[in-house]
C-alpha cells in the first residue's frame, strides 16, 4: 500500500500545478470558451484509471524489474516511474486552460469635457469692509471664491473687480492658482469710489463673449445699488443675453443695519451703523433675463451655501467614449502544457529505461 501511495505523489502533485494553473487563468483572465476547462476531466480520468492499476497490482514493465525490498529509497523509485504518466495529467490540464481561451482585456477612455467658461464679478466698493460678515463682506467674499475656483478643476474662470469702474484683473485661464492668487490680491481703493454694476457686468460679458465654451457664465455679487458707470445694469444684461451668457447675481449683507464704512480719516476708516440698501430688483432682473439665478447672502455661511448651489446648477460636463480590447493569453499555457508532453517523453525515453 506505501509503494502505491508513493506512486501517487507525483500525479497529486500534477493535479495540484495543473489545478492552480487553471484556477490563475480563472481569476485573472476572462475566460472567451469556459467549456474548455471540461478537458481537465481526461486528466482527472487518467489519474483515476492509474490509480485503479497500481492499487491491482497491473504496474508497468518497468516497476516489474524494481526492487521489492522495503525502505525509502525503493518507494522513491516507485514514485520516480510515474513521472512520465503525471507529466501528461500535467500537459493535459494546461490543455484545458488554453482551451478555455484566457483573454486579457484593457479599457481605454477618450475623455472630453463639455467646457464652461466662469468670470467671478466681485464688487470692491467701501461698503464691503462692513462688519456684518467675518472678518468682512470682501474677505468672506473672497475666501469663498477661492474655495469655488479650488472645486472646479475643469473650468476656465476670470476675475473682474468693479467699484465705480471696472478691470479685468485675471482672465480667463485653467491655472486654477494664477485665479486664486488674483482673488486673494483683491481690496477695496483700487479704482474710483462708488459701485458701477453695470460696468463690472459688461466688462465679464466682454471676458466671454469670444469663448467657444459649450456653457458660459458671470458670478455678479455686490453688496449696493448701481451708482456709477456709463452703462446700465440692464443694458449689460441684454448684451449678456445676446451672447448666451447666464448670469448669477449675488446682494450681499444682513438685513437691516450693519457697521459699514461712512468716512475715511487717513488709511483707516470711520464706521457707523448704516441701513443695507441692495438693488434686489435689478439684480432679479439681470439673473431672470439671462437664465440665472438671484441668490441673497445674509451672513458667510449662507453666502458658501449659495456658491455650493451654483456649484451643482454648472455641473462640468464629460463626454467618455471607452474603447475595450481583448489580448489571447492563452499561449503561456499550451507552451507550459508542450514542455510537459516534451518533458514526459524524455523522461520515458531515456531516464526509465535506464533504470529498468
Known sequence: MKRVMWSLLPHAIALVAGASGMAYASKHFELAMPWGLAFAGLAVALVGLRAWRLATGRFPSAMLNLPVERGVGSRMLHAVTELPFALRGLALLLLAAAAARPQSSSSIEDLTREGIDIVLALDLSASMLSKDFDPDRLEASKEVATQFVESRPDDRIGVVAYEGEAFTQVPLTTDQRVVMNGIESLETGLL????????????????????????????????????SGSIEP???????????????????????????????????????????????????TIARETGGRYFRATNEDKLAAIYDEIDELEKTRFNVLRYNQK??????????????????????????????
Open 234 to 284: 440692464i443694458d449689460a444684461a441684454q448684451l449678456a443675453k445676446l451672447n448666451n451668457i447666464r448670469v448669477y447675481t449675488i446682494g450681499v449683507g444682513t438685513i437691516g443695519k450693519a457697521r459699514s464704512p461712512v468716512a475715511k480719516n487717513g488709511n483707516r476708516y470711520r464706521y457707523d451703523w448704516v441701513e443695507v440698501k441692495i438693488d434686489e430688483d435689478v439684480l432679479k
Open 327 to 356: 489580448t489571447e493569453e492563452f499561449l503561456p499555457f499550451a507552451l507550459l502544457a508542450a514542455l510537459a508532453l516534451v518533458a514526459e517523453f524524455l523522461c520515458r525515453t531515456f531516464f526509465i529505461r535506464s533504470i529498468a
Open 192 to 227: 474710483t469710489g462708488g459701485t458701477a454694476i453695470g460696468m463690472g457686468l459688461a466688462t465679464a460679458v466682454t471676458r466671454l463673449r469670444d469663448s467657444e465654451a459649450e456653457s458660459k457664465v458671470i458670478i455678479l455679487l455686490t453688496d449696493g445699488v448701481n451708482n
